[in-house]
Each structure stands twice: as C-alpha cells, then as structure tokens.
C-alpha cells in the first residue's frame, strides 16, 4: 500500500458519497425547475387548461377567439388535473405562471390572493355588468376573497351527484337509496348478486372525500365544515364529523365498496368504468364523470341505462336535504405578473369570448351546466336534457352550496385531510384519531 | 498492491492535469453544492411556496422529527432498502455470471433480460398499475384468480409488490455491472484452477465471489443509496398509499412539498435525505475491509 494510492481511493470514496448526494439533491432541485419563459418573452396570453370532458370545448373557445383576434391570441396548453394543480403552484411561486390560472375558489384562491399573485378583478367586473349579469350569483360568489372578486367561472356546474346503473337495479330488484338506512340495506342484497354495491376510486384519495362531505352536509349542516373553513379551533370535534366516519367505516365493513377500491384510480375513469360496466351498482362521483360516461359508454347512456339521483339523507340530521357539495364552477384568475398587453388580451377574452352562445352551447352539447344564467331553453333542447336539468336544478335551488373541502382549505390542511380520511377508508385509524390530527391543523 | 501499484507509479506522479476535473468541479458546484446550501437555509424557514420565506429557526424542524409520518417513511424506506437489496443482489449477481458466459444462447437472453433498462421508470409504473389492476387487469383478464389479488390497494402487500417492480427493473442494471465485473476476470485463474481440480461451484465461490469484490461493492452502494431515491416509480405506481404504505422518504419530502406546500419542513427532509445517504455510502465504502487495498491478483 502506498500513499498515492490510498489517496486515490480516498477520492474515489468522497467522489462516490457525493455524487450519491448529488442524486438525492436532483430530486430535491426537481421542483424548482418551472417551465420556462411560458410568459416572458412572447406577449401573448398564456393559458393552461385541464384535460378531461371540457377540453375540446376550450379548444374550441380558445381557436375561435385567436382566429377573430390574432392580435390579441391567447397560448393553451393542457394538463392533467393532478400534475396541473402541483405545477401551476410551482409555476405562479415562481413568477412564471400562465396569464390565465385555473382555479377551482377557496383556499387555494386565497393563498394566491395573499400572495398578491392574481389581479383584484373587482373593478373590472364594475365596469362590465354584463359579465356579472351572466352568472347565477351562488356560483360568482365562489371566486371572492374578503368581499373582492378575484376569480370568474369559466365552465360548469359540478355537484356531486349518485349515480346508478339502472339495469344491475332492475336485476335485483331494487330502488334507488333515499336515506342511508336503505343504503345500508342495499349493500348486503347487491353483494347477493354478486356485485360491489359501490364503486370508489380509492387511489386518488379525493372520491373518498365526497363521502364524508355529503354525510357531514346531510348530518350536520353547513356550518359543521364552515367552522372548519374558518379555522374555529377544534371544529373537526363537532359530533357530525364523528358520526360521519363511523358510517363510513360501517359502510367499509359491511363491503360498501368495491374490492381493491384503494387501488382504482379516478383520473384513469377506472371507477366509473366499474359502475357503467355493471360490476358495481352505484358510485357518488362529480357532475364531470357524466361527460366522461357520454363518451366512453356512449350507449349506455344513451339507452337510459344510467340513472342518477341526491345524496341520501340521515335520519335526525340537520342538513337540508336540498344542499349540494361539489364544486361550483372552475374559475379563471388572472396573474398579477403578467404584462399590460396580457391582463388586456385576457380581459377581453372574459368580456367577448367567454360564454359566447357557440361556447355554451358546446358545453351543454358535451354534457355540461354552464354556470350562466336564461339556458333553460337550451337545456330543454338538448339530448341530455333529463341529467342537464336534474344538475341544473340541484344547483339552482339548492340553499348551500359547499365547495369540495381540498379545495376550500389550505394546500397543508387539504393534504393532510386526504391522507387521514384514506386511512378511515383502510379502517387503519380511528374517527377519534382522524379529528385530533385533523384539528392540530386547524390554522396552517 | 504492491507490482501493479509500483509498475503505475510514474504515470501517476505525472498525471493527467488537476484542471480536468474543472468542468465536473462546476457542474457539481452549481447543481450540487449551490441548492445544498439553500436547501438546508430552507429548512430553518416557513415558506409556502408562493408567499415571503419566514426564518422559524428550528420548528420545521421539529414538526418534521414529531411527525410520526416522517418516523414511518423512515421505516418503509428501511424496509424497501433492505428487501430491494437481498432480493436485487442475488438475483443480478446470478445473471451477471451467467451472462457474462461466452456462449450463443446467453447473449441472447442477456438482449432480453437488458430490455426493462429501456424503459422509464413512469411507463414501467403505469405498465404494472394496468396489470395489476383488481378489476381490469392481469387476474381478471385471464380469470387467474391468484393473480387477481388486490396488489397495490392492500397495505401488507403492497411493499413487496413495489420490491418486485423495483427489482424487475433495477436487476438488468446490475446484472451489467456484474457481467462487466466478471468478464475482467482473468480466464487463466479459472484455468489453474481447472488444473487443481476445483468443480464450478467451488470456481464460483474462490474465484468469482472474491474477484468481483469491489463490483459487489459499488452494486450494492447504487442499490442500497439508490432506494434513497425510489420516487418517480412508486409515486406513479402508489402515489404512497394506500394510507402511508409506501410513502418513501423521498416521497414524503416531495409530498410535503408541492402537495401539501410546506417547502421549509421539506426542505428539512431533503437534508435528512442527504445525511442518511453520504453516510450509507462511506459506510459501504468502509465494508471494503482493512487490507481492501491487498492484491485481488495475486499469481495471475
């Protein structure tokens, strides 16, 4: 042995811990790295969309504005829903975030508000009472953070609505559920016939939240997740919540749901796919999966084989059989970062491009509410008129409207929330546990 | 290492310039050192991602080492390290001897079993989520009932389901590693061997083992620091879940990053991170063995 060569080694040693290093870095780096110039340079608008049942229509909306507007074109480009909501935030934190930023309201909102990332549109909407006018009021509402409106809709109403397949009813014989004892006694006939009496895209965790917000909604009211949105501290304890996920994991028990429901996904439709192909009889997803199942099961639904109806109600609960959860709308921000001649461009495209009557009824023709006010008419017209209607209504004459908790919370809370619930659903912890976790967030 | 050592000793002495390893040095300065220092800066911070970056002095820090996620990452991550390596290291060690074997036949299959290298580690994920679907996917398919467990959603299995997507993928790697290692070997200690008698098995064991130490040691460093950085793979495949079954460290550093926006606890997990795998490599490197430097050639 000799010192040169000791000291080779010893190199090659320190060389290899730091390039080992260097791995866990480049995953620790990865996130910082936002796209680039997406608004720096051309001055164009930006827009990111998502992918899914609206996205032709804002295809459709988009061309047809830069063809009549080439001097004030709008750049889309889309995005699955979940890797587009961790790379708009990375994107906007960066100061390199589209001009148009989509949004679904709440807590997500207002950390862009507080971060003075998106444009106070308040004035805007002042001059422009047409834009106002438009929109049925309780959806507006959902884009303003302390009295300002920071948001305007862009699409189309999406309760959370129960679905069913009529013919695996017809089959065994039953009706669909109007209170949670009747699903309760659903659950055991179904698995008779040897099918899942519900279907639950587990692995995206978020399904599962709809759950636990009707059954909340439906048991204790409003003011239950209002109290949790306003940070009241321990307001997970309310008892509402508590009897909410004993239920849930009663249902869990008793076989509700689908086997291996942690391991279907929502964002691949796998979980409707289970519903409309007769393995499972029922599934409680968002008004959105309707245009999804037009597509994808055409003739079932044509056929009038999907049925859909309200959340069922809790026998002693205080909620109003009539409120809805879900999500109102999306929305449409505008960055704060972005240039002059953008905010313009963007502006005129909310004024003259959005909700034209080709663009609404492109929404309706793919199986959609716009959020706008005197479609009745339209509504009538359409083919889909019985589940157009039914959502419309459940919309309109619902007396609460509670938007979708991860979206209403903060991002902390949101992710913490999902988590817990999940691990309800693998009955892995207790309701107990899930609200002292939950109420140690209460703030963050 | 005494005859080669001094044989080499003059080309050594006059090396190859210091300016060489300029380039590397500032690659790895500016993409190494640089977000290191702001990494671990971010750690004592509170930053949400979007809003001003707050000094908090340690309570990331603390909220971080409370947390009993973080402790369970720790354990899952110790678990896949340890499975990944016992299942990994024979197995590619196996192959790469097998491989590395002059003959027709196995440089054809070696062809085959290099395949998953050309995949990513997202279309590998996607590919296995598909098969292993409860309701669409391999068991139901074929109506093979044992395959149709329910792989990714049940917490006991799951682990070892992603042990075995890591391995079908990460195995052809090292059988490389090891094929290389193996065909260095020099063929006339084989042949002297051959002279004295010894059978295969005792070749595999006298020979092969003990000349391919030093590969043995920089598989297994790549296997086991490398789990340090299963992310991409089991994000695709689990996303962490179900519950926190297969929330890794790096996972959960990126989770709580840009999923629950909590960039200084993050930030404290990325330092954790690099802690734990500069130290897993020394470790290794130490395993050489005090005389590591001894002569692997002796009489060839």
């Known amino acids: ?444 | 290492m005494t005859s080669l050592g001094s044989a080499n000793r003059g080309v050594r002495d006059a090396g190859p310039s210091g300016w060489l390893a300029a380039p590397a040095l500032f690659f790895f300065l500016a993409f190494a050192v640089v977000p290191l220092i702001g990494v671990v800066f971010l750690s004592f911070t509170s930053w949400n991602g979007l809003g001003e970056i707050k000094l908090e002095g340690l309570s990331s820090w603390t909220t971080v080492l409370t947390d009993p996620v973080t402790g369970n990452a720790l354990v899952v991550t110790a678990k896949v390290m340890f499975f990944s390596f016992i299942v990994q290291a024979p197995v590619s060690l196996l192959l790469g001897v097998f491989t590395a074997g002059g003959q027709k036949y196995r440089a054809a299959l070696a062809v085959l079993y290099f395949l998953p290298l050309l995949l990513s580690s997202a279309a590998v994920a996607i590919a296995f989520k598909a098969l292993l679907d409860p309701n669409f996917g391999l068991g139901p398919g074929f109506h093979l009932p044992i395959l149709a467990q329910d792989w990714l959603g049940n917490s006991d299995l799951v682990l070892f389901v992603v042990v075995f997507v890591i391995a079908w993928q990460f195995v052809p790697f090292h059988t490389l590693i090891y094929q290389g290692g193996v065909r260095q070997i020099p063929t006339s200690l084989y042949e002297a061997a051959e002279i004295d008698g010894a059978g295969r098995f005792r070749q595999f064991w006298n020979i092969t083992l003990p000349q391919l130490k030093y590969t043995v040691i920089t598989s297994s460093t790549l296997m086991v620091v490398g789990s340090l950085a299963y992310f991409d793979l089991i994000f695709v495949l689990t996303g962490g879940g179900p519950g926190y079954s297969t929330r890794l460290l790096p996972l959960h550093m990126y989770l709580t990053g840009f999923k629950a926006n909590d960039m200084g606890a993050a930030s404290a997990l990325g330092v954790m991170l690099i802690v734990i795998g500069l130290g897993l490599a020394l470790l290794l490197q130490r395993l050489g063995g005090k005389n590591r430097n001894a002569s692997q050639l002796e009489g060839a």
Request: glycine share 10%; hydrophobic share 40%.
């Open chain 1, 1 to 444: 042995m000799n010192g040169n060569e000791m000291k080779i080694r010893k190199l090659r040693s320190v060389a290899l811990a730091v390039s080992a290093a260097g791995v866990a870095l480049s995953l620790a780096a990865c996130g910082s790295s936002g796209p680039a110039g997406s608004n720096a340079s051309s001055d164009s608008a930006s827009m990111w969309g998502l992918t899914g049942g609206n996205q032709p229509v804002l295809q459709k909306s988009v061309d047809d504005w830069n063809q009549a507007n080439p001097d004030k074109s709008i750049k889309l480009d889309f995005f699955a829903n979940d890797a587009y909501k961790t790379k708009v935030r990375t994107a906007v934190g960066a100061g390199e975030g589209p001009t148009f930023i989509y949004g679904w309201g709440g807590g997500v909102l207002k950390s862009y508000v507080d971060a003075g990332q998106v444009e106070d549109l308040s004035s805007f909407v002042k001059d422009n009472p047409g834009v106002k006018d438009r929109y049925l009021p309780s959806v507006l509402k959902n884009g303003e953070v302390d009295g300002k409106t920071y948001a305007l809709p862009n699409n189309n109403v999406q309760p959370v609505v129960l679905y069913f397949n009529k013919e695996v009813f017809d089959k065994v014989g039953a009706q669909p559920p109007k209170t949670w004892e009747e699903l309760m006694a659903l659950v055991p006939k179904f698995k008779e016939a040897g099918v899942a009496p519900f279907s639950l895209g587990g692995q995206s965790k978020w399904p599962d939240l709809m759950w636990l917000e009707y059954l909340v909604e439906r048991i204790g009211g409003p003011d239950v997740f209002a109290n949790i949105a306003a940070d009241k501290p321990g307001a997970w304890s309310d008892p509402a919540v508590k009897e909410s996920l004993t239920k849930i994991q009663e249902l869990v028990d008793a076989g509700g749901f689908i086997n291996g429901f942690s391991s279907v996904a929502a964002d691949s439709n796998a979980d409707q796919a289970l519903m409309y192909t007769g393995k499972a009889a029922m599934i409680l997803q968002g008004g959105w999966i309707y245009q999804g199942m037009k597509k994808d099961a055409a003739d079932f639904v044509k056929s009038g084989k999907l049925g859909y109806t309200t959340f069922p109600t809790v026998s002693g609960g205080k909620g109003d059989p009539a409120n809805v959860v879900g999500n109102p709308s999306n929305f449409w921000s505008i960055s704060a970062k972005a240039t002059d001649a953008q905010k313009k461009a963007a502006l005129d495209y909310v004024k003259d491009g959005m909700f034209t009557g080709a663009n609404t009824d492109a929404l309706i023709s793919s199986g959609a509410v716009p959020v706008v006010t005197g479609i009745e008419s339209k509504l009538e017209a359409s083919p889909d008129k019985d589940f157009l209607t039914f959502v419309y209504g459940m919309a309109k004459n619902a007396p609460n409207f509670t938007l979708s908790w991860d979206q209403a919370l903060s991002p902390a809370q949101g992710d913490a929330m999902l988590s817990n619930l999940d691990q309800i659903f693998l009955k892995k912890i207790s309701p107990d546990q899930f609200i002292t976790t939950m109420n140690a967030t209460i703030g963050k």
